[in-house]
């Protein structure tokens, strides 16, 4: 079945520093790929989503790319902000379950004025 | 903008108790799910609905179950409630179509002692 790897946390970094959260998959079929984002004490936000191979899907100066060759959707910002500070999980969507989603473990960042 | 909405912020049980969680969605979405999320785990899939009294098990179905007499609500259920059912729960909905997204609550957290 479906399944998503992502880095181990937590991840600090200093405000305006550049942060990439590395995710890699493993799926059949054609998945729909997303980032959420998961404040202190909320549930999770849509943070991008990609449909299919080479999409690039962008929000709030988050960026991720759908690479089927290297089977990642790596999350990157040029300049974090302590607001950023918040866990993120990639995801997929299954092939059965009428699309329910298949959750990395999560990777909590600290950004650090 | 899309409203999930989960009866509890916290609630605390005691062992052995039947245990109802809430969930209501305002878009007449026809997929509703329920996800746990503990810590190093991310997001497991309990149950899903597809439709009115339909249901079908994710991932740990075990110790639970669910309700679906209205389409706009959801509701996950814990027969005999342990500890180890201690745990944060996520409702979810989306309607049908290739790469609609999930939408989330803010997540019920569940203590059983």
């Known amino acids: 079945g479906n399944s998503v790897t992502q880095m181990e946390g937590p991840v600090t970094l200093s405000e305006e520093a550049f942060l990439t959260i590395n995710c890699t998959y493993t799926?059949?079929?054609?998945?729909?790929l997303f980032w959420y984002v998961q404040y202190p004490g909320e549930g999770l936000q849509l943070l991008l989503k990609?449909?299919?191979?080479?999409d690039k899907g962008s929000n709030k100066g988050f960026e991720a790319t759908y690479r089927k060759e290297t089977t990642s959707f790596h999350l990157e910002k040029g300049s974090v902000q302590v607001s950023d500070s918040a866990v993120y999980f990639c995801a997929l969507t299954r092939d059965t379950g009428r699309r329910a989603l298949t959750f990395g473990s999560g990777t909590r960042l600290q950004v650090q004025p | 903008d899309v409203k999930v909405t989960q009866s509890s912020r916290y609630l605390v049980k005691r062992t052995g108790e039947k245990v109802f969680l809430e969930c209501v969605q305002d878009m007449d979405h026809e997929n509703m799910f329920w996800y746990r999320q503990d810590p190093g785990l991310g997001l497991r899939l309990i149950y899903f609905s597809y439709d009115v009294k339909m249901k079908e098990k994710g991932d740990i179905p075990e110790g639970y179950s669910v309700s679906r007499e209205k389409k706009e609500r959801f509701s996950l259920i814990l027969e005999s409630a342990s500890t180890n059912q201690t745990s944060m729960y996520l409702c979810a909905s989306r309607s049908t179509g290739g790469t609609q997204p999930q939408h989330f609550g803010d997540g019920t957290r569940l203590s059983i002692l």
């Open positions: 990609a449909t299919k191979a080479d």
């Open positions: 799926a059949t079929g054609y998945p729909s």
